[in-house]
């Protein structure tokens, strides 16, 4: 299965919380600092395609994130 992309909107934090949380990412990725690392990485990526990015540190948050444009696609 994919692993977890931000959604439109939602904070760094909330987003990382979730990505660490969820049942695949932690079944593909079963050391904890090394799932940390993907959803750190997972954000940044929506980051570089995000239209808009708003605030900044743990409270930034993205608009038009992957996710997004992935629901476009279909």
Not at 37 to 55: F, H, I, P
């Amino acid at each position: 299965m994919p692993l977890p992309v931000p959604k439109n909107k939602e904070k760094k934090t909330d987003f990382v919380s979730r990505c660490i949380g969820d049942n695949q990412t932690g079944k593909d990725f079963p050391d904890q600092k090394q799932r940390i690392a993907v959803c750190y990485s997972q954000w940044e990526k929506a980051k570089k395609n995000a239209q808009v990015v708003a605030g900044e540190g743990d409270t930034e948050f993205l608009y038009s994130s992957i996710e997004k444009k992935e629901e476009k696609e279909d």
